[in-house]
């Protein structure tokens, strides 16, 4: 008779983890020494991409700097359900700055530690992508100009969730929002306009730009930590997508970003001093109507008629990507 091993675990699957891998192979949210930097009790929604982001993202850097970190927070979701006054759901030190300031109060935040010879100490600033790519942009752009020693991270939900769903810059083509209605000859967002962050970001050459996503744990711990060892201006841009603003069930987030990413719509790769230095193939190709069909932002595209016109618009897009990034073996 012959056995057949029983496998408790594949390290090469998207789940979060558990305790029966090497310690060295686990990720961080798989251990006990996890740091629970945004920690229960705090009001996102359910299903919420941006704490899963969240909570990946610094207990991933508190793992990295052995806990000597400083975190700028902009306005936005993630500062509004984290922390309604006089409650806190951080358990990491943590500074709440305005709508579109956050990477200048990190640079602040890292020259007082600079002249005070803390050196050990490391900066990140967070935001939405209303705070990062729209009211944060120049801010952020001078960030990176200057190469100041900050680690921002973008957490993109492609919308003003926070504020009643409102389009942003990097709200995509076609989508339904409060200020893109689905009515009209050409409903929801408009084609053309929009900006994609991390490309700008790697115009700047600064030392490190990446993109990541909630889908891929192991993926994104690595990036972070990454980022935390280099010094400089260092960029991550990760997608977080929002039940609430796209229509989706909230079971569904985890299987939404990794369709964004399998569609092509969502490159994830790695860029050094403005070069792609590496890109994360696409494990299972899939056409971006799986992608569309599961969120209400995007329901005009297929009711009462299918509109081919428009979903072939969005699938050359996603196939530029593809073809950019060298996401197809």
Not at 130 to 146: H, K, P, V
Not at 216 to 229: F, I, M, N, Q, S
């Amino acid at each position: 008779m012959s056995f057949q091993p029983v496998r408790f675990y594949q390290t090469g699957t998207y789940t979060v983890g558990n305790r029966l891998l090497d310690e060295a192979q686990r990720t961080v949210q798989a251990t006990v020494a996890r740091a629970n930097s945004l920690t229960s009790g705090h009001r996102a929604c359910q299903g919420c991409g941006e704490a899963l982001g969240a909570r990946y993202a610094m207990d991933a850097a508190m793992h990295a700097t052995d806990r000597q970190m400083v975190v700028v927070n902009a306005t936005g979701c993630l500062e509004v359900f984290s922390t309604p006054y006089p409650e806190t759901s951080w358990q990491v030190p943590w500074m709440h700055s305005l709508f579109g300031n956050a990477p200048a109060v990190a640079t602040g935040v890292a020259a007082a530690l600079r002249v005070k010879g803390r050196r050990n100490v490391r900066v990140i600033a967070q935001g939405g992508d209303g705070g990062t790519t729209d009211i944060g942009f120049g801010c952020l752009s001078g960030m990176f100009e200057r190469n100041d020693d900050v680690l921002y991270i973008c957490y993109d939900n492609e919308a003003y969730m926070n504020t009643g769903v409102q389009r942003s810059s990097a709200t995509p083509a076609a989508a339904r929002t409060a200020t893109t209605p689905a009515m009209g000859p050409a409903p929801g967002n408009e084609f053309g306009q929009g900006k994609f962050l991390p490309e700008i970001a790697m115009a700047h050459r600064i030392p490190y730009v990446a993109t990541a996503s909630v889908a891929d744990l192991r993926d994104l711990e690595a990036k972070v930590e990454e980022a935390t060892h280099l010094r400089g201006a260092r960029y991550i841009h990760v997608l977080v997508p929002c039940p609430l603003g796209w229509g989706a069930a909230s079971s569904d987030t985890i299987r939404l970003a990794r369709l964004a990413t399998e569609s092509g719509l969502f490159p994830i790769f790695e860029a050094r001093f403005g070069e792609v230095s590496e890109a994360r193939p696409i494990r299972r190709p899939v056409p971006v109507d799986e992608f569309l069909r599961l969120q209400k932002r995007f329901a005009h595209l297929f009711e009462p008629t299918i509109d081919t016109e428009r979903i072939a618009v969005i699938q050359a897009q996603a196939d530029r990507n593809i073809k950019r990034y060298a996401l197809l073996p």
